[in-house]
């Protein structure tokens, strides 16, 4: 074996060594941000699917207690889920579980207080209107009209926007504010596809207030329409 490098070997290697000289630290450092980002990752990734299943096994025990019509342990549950898994959408789930629950029993506060977390915390927006949507009939039911007409007040996913136009044409009723219940009544009509049930639902309200539902039919020809939202009432 040669105990000496020739020329050209010899200048391959000093190129070698001027290059990892000058780039050396570069991409050594590149190579552990890469590294890192991608063991984060991972380590997220991994810890995201243990909080789903462990936000899931607590929500059958959400739905266990909700079968049994026990209140306690149904709040326990959520109550473990509020804590230690608030983004999931089983918490928020067990939400809306509980205030059912809750107001099937009678228990108002209880079922106006699970509405409105799942209303603020959700993490999906659709979850949020549907709580918003329930929170005002346990209001409209209470007679706070004002807080109830300023929950379904605002944006929401274009999918919900026909149901909030009819709740608010709804609380606006109660108010005694025949014109306004009209308009949104209105809305929520033309915002509803034709041969669903819901619309025809709109169609008997708009007809109670004396407004001839084939005149909207007219105007709502043109208007895109939305199915109704299952889960919204």
């Known amino acids: 074996m040669a105990k000496h490098l020739d020329l050209e070997e010899q200048e391959q290697l000093d190129q070698l060594k001027h290059f990892w000289n ?28 243990r909080q789903a299943t462990q936000a899931a096994a607590l929500f059958d025990a959400v739905d266990v207690a909700a079968r049994a019509g026990d209140q306690a342990r149904l709040a326990q549950a959520f109550g473990d889920l509020k804590s230690k898994y608030a983004g999931t959408a089983q918490a ?22 699970a509405l409105g977390w799942v209303a603020e915390h959700a993490s999906d927006e659709g979850l949020k ?15 706070n009209y004002d807080e109830a007409l300023k929950l379904v007040t605002g944006s929401v996913p274009a999918e ?20 306004e219940a009209v308009a949104e009544y209105t809305k929520a ?15 008997i309200k708009l007809g109670a207030l004396g407004v001839a539902p084939q005149g ?3 105007a709502a020809a043109t208007a895109p329409a939305t199915a109704p939202v299952e889960g919204a009432k």
């Open 22 to 49: 000058t780039w050396g630290t570069l991409i050594s450092s590149v190579l552990l941000v890469v590294a890192g980002s991608l063991a984060a990752w991972q380590g997220y990734q991994y810890w995201q699917n």
């Open 92 to 113: 928020a789930q067990a939400g809306l579980t509980l205030a059912k629950t809750a107001a099937d029993a009678g228990n108002a506060d209880a079922a106006k207080e």
């Open 129 to 143: 209107a549907i709580a918003k949507l329930r929170l005002a009939s346990v209001l409209m039911d209470q007679k």
């Open 160 to 179: 919900f926007d026909a149901v909030f136009a009819d709740r608010r044409g709804d609380i606006l009723v109660l108010q005694g504010k025949r014109a």
């Open 189 to 203: 009509y033309k915002g509803l596809e034709e041969g669903v049930e819901y619309r025809r639902l709109v169609e």
């Open 216 to 218: 909207v039919a007219v």
